[in-house]
């Protein structure tokens, strides 16, 4: 981090002053091992707080910058080395997380995965696990945190995790096992309903889907309403052989893009935080250090803006000088920016923050 | 206690009926004798049960288990602790397997719990992880899953239920002090081992320490006597053979393996061989869930292709994570 001291120091008191009345309610706080870092995610764990309030007390008077807590719940969080601890059992924690090649790129397709966050949680953590205990929070940076607590999930080690994480990113996924064929002759492909769940409900949907939306994409016979009501109310049935192709195995070949696009893609680079139970997660609703961003939690994924809703609450205006060029970016809700190289600007505390931390600016002494 | 009762608690020595059965039996010298048998049998895979005619008996046979218990909680060697436990999960599922009236109750006191629905079988979803055994075929990818519950067959659920005895049995508490003897039967049994028994395995094997960091990870379990599943070990197969081992030198690397069995695994590595299977890609070993570093190299076997200075780099990241891990 390239802050000057003013810059540290101003930005400790608007994050101290923060902390004041920000909502610090972790679940059982008393069982989780903290970690603090002033300028990188940890430089110091083995911490614990007995209640919000004494977790308030030393944000507001030491204030680091990054504060994460254990997804794991301990007799004796703060004993060391780890297996002194008294491991009782860890939240379920996904981690949605964006790569971009810019500096700012990623801040721009927050949107875009609000959609496989959608469908994390809707299709897979409740519809196929059948969790209920699912909170959401904004990473405070390039993504989003799924905590699941239902007590029977919470005793899973880390094998049994990994399989949970598999099946969300679609590994080991066949989808041509979906499929049998009877061996009678002629033979009848056997293959998923609809009224089936997990990967074998989801494809028979998404192929009705594309039959009812692009059905062209399959076969160009099922342009044709009545080859395709066939083929649909064969797929209802669970016989996938009135689909007009002469043999069943280029039927399936040509399922293979449907069955691809049904995992959730964007879990894939932090599978180890769910299957690590060591691992420690952001403190919701505490700050991201590196951004400023609050790691708010949200419950309506559909309305959620964190570029609007995760921005440090201020009133105040202060003046920066950018270091670097930025580009146009949607900060408390307007177009802000591009900024210039040298360009000194006025702006509302939290966005002249955001781009301090960057590091792609520095405050103006008056 | 009854009859049935009894006999219930000599086919599951490990049951609450079991404990009940011996709670007022003396250990004697003839049931550490017995415990050491039982110890040695796993050793040798043998899987039958022994006959108990008489009622007598019974009990003895039922307290043998726990005295072997006492003795592994004493020697603390991982590798026959793992065996034991291997086979006495093997032993119950055969057990399972010819009195099919057996299988709720004893699924049932591992909490493995099915309802029926319209002629499907369905168990909890984190019960069917904790118990499920770690090969393809129980992958939740492919299976009937919905609202937290797993389609599972009748055998099957024996299947788990031989899972959770396995994981059951291995959990043996430490036995710092044992009564003198527990003590004589654990060195007589040490005594009775071959020789030869450290000298094998991985260890007189592997002399040349240089691998991709996934095979060196999955060489360290076997080490550890962990077991592997299908896919790891199929990996291991093939790199071997890739890199030139003899099959009696693959062999003897599986052979650490607490559930080692030198039939299967030869006949296993000879399938391997005859029928040419390749080194999985990257890509595979991936999806596997095997792959534990950043190399870059499309194939394992590239590793070899690689220097010093790049291999030193790889492994000091995966140091690196691992301590992160445990910090």
């Known amino acids: ?366 | 206690m009854e009859k049935g009762g009894l006999n219930f608690a000599v086919r599951y020595p490990f049951s609450e009926d079991a404990k009940k059965a011996i709670a007022d039996i003396q250990l004697t010298e003839r049931i550490a004798d017995l415990a050491v048998e039982r110890i040695k049998k796993a050793l040798a895979g043998e899987m039958r049960a022994r006959a108990v005619l008489h009622e007598s008996d019974k009990e003895e046979e039922i307290a043998s288990f726990a005295a072997a218990r006492m003795i592994l909680g004493y020697l603390r060697n991982p590798f026959l602790t793992s065996r034991f436990a291997v086979n006495e999960a093997k032993i119950a599922h055969n057990w399972l397997d010819r009195n099919e009236n057996d299988v709720e109750a004893v699924a049932r006191s591992f909490g493995i719990e099915t309802t029926d629905r319209k002629g499907r079988m369905l168990l909890r979803l984190p019960v069917y992880l904790r118990y499920s055994p770690r090969s393809v075929d129980y992958r939740i990818t492919n299976r009937r899953l919905e609202d937290g519950m797993v389609d599972i067959t009748s055998h099957e659920k024996k299947r788990l239920t031989e899972e959770a005895v396995r994981k059951h049995v291995e959990r043996i508490p430490l036995v710092r002090d044992p009564p003198d003897v527990i003590k004589n039967a654990g060195e007589k049994l040490l005594e009775s081992l071959p020789k030869t028994q450290e000298a094998r395995g991985i260890g007189a094997v592997m002399k040349v320490e240089d691998h991709p960091p996934c095979v060196e990870r999955l060489l360290e379990s076997l080490r550890k006597h962990e077991n592997l599943n299908h896919q790891a070990r199929y990996y291991l197969a093939t790199y071997f053979m890739a890199i030139g081992m003899k099959d009696e030198t693959i062999m003897q690397a599986f052979s650490d393996a607490p559930d080692f069995n030198q039939k299967t695994t030869a006949y296993q590595v000879g399938q391997i061989r005859k029928k040419g299977y390749s080194v999985p890609s990257c890509a595979t070993v991936m999806t596997y869930g095997l792959c534990c570093a950043v190399c870059r190299i499309g194939s394992p076997l590239n590793w070899h292709t690689l220097g010093k200075e790049r291999k030193d780099v790889i492994k000091e990241q995966v140091a690196a994570r691992t301590e992160e891990r445990t910090a």
């Open chain 1, 1 to 366: 981090m390239s802050m000057t001291e003013t810059d540290r120091a101003m930005m400790t008191k608007v994050f101290s002053s923060y902390y004041r009345q920000a909502d610090l309610d972790v679940v059982a706080i008393g069982q989780r091992e903290f970690g603090v870092g002033f300028s990188r995610k940890i430089e110091s764990r083995h911490l614990s707080f007995m209640s919000p309030g004494e977790l308030r007390n030393y944000l507001t008077s030491n204030t680091p910058f990054f504060v994460s807590h254990s997804i794991s719940y301990y007799d004796y969080p703060g004993a060391t080395p780890m297996e002194k601890k008294g491991w009782k059992g860890a939240d379920l924690v996904f981690d949605l997380d964006l790569h971009s090649e810019t500096k700012y790129g990623a801040f721009l397709l927050l949107g875009k995965v609000k959609a496989d966050l959608a469908r994390l949680v809707r299709d897979f953590i409740k519809g196929d696990f059948g969790c209920n205990d699912v909170t959401l929070n904004f990473s405070g940076n390039r993504g989003y945190h799924v905590h699941v607590r239902d007590k029977d999930f919470r005793v899973l080690g880390s094998e049994e995790r990994r399989e949970l994480v598999d099946y969300v990113m679609g590994n080991g996924l066949n989808y041509r096992d979906f499929f049998s064929e009877t061996p009678a002759k002629p033979a009848k492909l056997l293959g998923p309903r609809q009224d089936e769940g997990g990967y074998r409900g989801r494809f028979a949907n998404m192929t009705l889907k594309v039959l009812e939306e692009k059905p062209a994409t399959i076969h160009r016979n099922l342009k044709q309403e009545k080859a395709r009501e066939v083929f649909v109310k064969g797929i209802m049935e669970g016989n996938w052989s009135t689909s007009p192709f002469q043999k069943n195995g280029e039927l399936i070949a040509r399922l293979g893009p449907i069955a691809q696009a049904l995992p959730v893609a964007s879990v894939d680079t932090d599978a180890g935080v769910t299957q690590d139970l060591s691992k420690l997660i952001r403190v919701p609703n505490s700050i991201h250090g590196d951004t400023g961003l609050i790691a708010k939690t949200f419950d309506d994924i559909d309305s959620f803006e964190p570029l609007r809703d995760a921005l440090l609450p201020s009133s105040q205006i202060i003046k920066i000088r950018f270091l670097e060029d930025v580009p146009e970016l949607p900060l408390r809700g307007e177009a802000t920016g591009p900024f210039k190289k040298d360009e000194e600007k006025e702006l509302n505390l939290a966005v002249a923050g955001f781009y301090v931390l960057k590091g792609s600016a520095t405050i103006v002494k008056r």
